[in-house]
C-alpha cells in the first residue's frame, strides 16, 4: 500500500512543511497554517483530505477545460506510455502524436495559424515568443526591431522572459527583472482607471498608449506587442469594445508583431474556440497552453502564423530554441483527445450558448451586493470587485485584505473562488451545467453575505 494511504490531514500538512516550497507562496505563514489537501475530484467538484467537496470556480488554475475525471485522456495517456512513452523532435526526428496534433491545431485555431512550435508550459511558450520575435526581424534585416510592449499587471508565466513579459511588480522585484527590451503601457481595466470617461473613451485611451509608446521609442526598435484577450490573473480585466480594434490598427500601421497570448482564453474559455475570435484579433503569434490539455498533462506551444512562419522557413536558417519536451508524445496524444473531445462534444458551443449565457443572467444579481461595487463575466470568466461603499467609488484602504478575507470565506463554504487583491474571480470547467452555475453563484451570493459581515467588524 502507498505510504501516503495511511497518512491523515495533519501528518500530510506536517511532511509539507517539512520538505515542499509551494510556487507564489509565502513559506513560513502556509506552514504555521498548514496546506489544503486535495485528494480526488470529479466533473466541476474537488474533494479534500477530510472529505469536504468543493466545487472548483477556478478550473484548477483556469485549465481544467474539460473538468475531472475524463477517462478518454488516461487512456490516452496509457496507451502512448506503453507505445512511445518519450521521444525528441530535436534531431530531425518526430513522432505521430506530435504530428497529428500540430495539424488538429492548425485546424481548430484562426485561419492563417497553420504551424505550432511545442513547449511544454506557457511560460516557456512565452519565452519562444520573444526568442522568435526577435529572431524573425533580424531574419528580415531589421535586428533593431527587438523590443516586446506589454501591459501592467498582464502575466505571462513565471520564467524570466515570462515574468519580464508579466507586468506583474511584485515578480519584478525578485530576481532583476524585467530582463532588457521589454516594457509596459497601462491596461484597459476600466473600473479601475476609467473614473469620468465611458468604457469605450476609455478603452481608446488605453489601446493609444500603446501608439504612444511606439512613437517614443521609434518604430524601427519594436519587434511586437503581447497581451492576453481578457487579462486572467491580473484580475480578469475585460477590455472595452473599443480596446481591440483600435489596438489592432495601430499594431497593422506600425508593422509590429502581434501576439495574442491565448493560454486562459484559448480553447473555448470566451465561448469561442480562441479569445482572438472573440474581439477579431489577427495574431501573429498565439502562445497556447492551459485548456490545451485540459491541464491533465503539461503541454503549451505558440501558433505561428504563416506569414511570419514563412520567413522563419525560408530565410530564418537554423532556430537555437527549443526543449527536452517539445512534442512530448504522452503529452501531445492527451492534448490532441482533450481537443477532439471539445470539439465532438461541441463544449465550446455549449458555453456561447448555454453556460455563458445563463452565467451572465446570474452573476449580473450579484452587482447589487453592497459589497459589489462592478459584476463583469464574458464566456465562462467573472469578476466581482469588493468594494467598502458602492455608491463612494472607493476600494478597501488597504488592498488585498477584503479579497483574502472573502478567499477564505468561500474555502470555508466549499467553493473556490480566487482573490486578486479586492477582486474576485471565477474560471469555472467549461462542462458546468446551469443548474452548476446556479450552485455557484447561490455560494458566492452566502460568501458576500458572510464577508460583509466579517469587514463590518474587521
Ligand atoms: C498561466 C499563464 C501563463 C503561464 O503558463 P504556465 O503554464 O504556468 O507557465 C502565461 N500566460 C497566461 C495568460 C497565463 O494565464
Partial sequence: ???????????????????????????KQLNRKGSRVIERAEGIYLWDSDGNRILDGMAGLWCVNLGYGRKELADAAYAQMLQLPYYNSFFQTTTPPAIRLAELLAEVTPDGLNHVFFTGSGSEANDTVVRMARHYWASLGKPDKSILISRENAYHGSTMAGASLGGMKPMHAQGGLPIPGIVHIEQPYWFGHGAGMSPDEFGLKAARALETKIDELGEGRVAAFIAEPIQGAGGVIIPPDSYWPEISRICREREILLVADEVICGFGRTGNWFGSQTYDIKPDLMPIAKGMSSGYLPIGGVMVADRVAEVLIERGGEFNHGFTYSGHPTCCAVATRN???????????????????????????????????????????????????????????????????????????????????DTMIISPPLVITTDQIDELVALAGKCLDQAAAALRNA
Fill in 1 to 27: 500500500m502507498p505510504k501516503h494511504a495511511a497518512l491523515d490531514t495533519a501528518e500530510l500538512q506536517a511532511m509539507d512543511a517539512a520538505h515542499y516550497l509551494h510556487p507564489f507562496t509565502d513559506f
Fill in 339 to 421: 481537443i477532439e473531445i471539445l470539439r465532438d462534444e461541441r463544449v465550446v458551443e455549449h458555453v456561447r450558448d448555454v453556460a455563458a449565457p445563463h452565467l451572465a443572467r446570474r452573476w449580473r444579481e450579484l452587482a447589487d451586493h453592497p459589497v459589489v461595487g462592478e459584476a463583469r463575466c464574458k464566456g465562462l470568466l467573472g469578476a466581482l470587485e469588493l468594494v467598502p461603499d458602492k455608491n463612494a467609488g472607493e476600494r478597501f484602504p488597504d488592498p488585498g485584505q477584503a479579497g483574502t478575507i472573502c478567499r477564505d470565506i468561500c474555502f470555508e463554504n466549499g467553493i473556490i473562488m480566487r482573490a486578486v487583491r
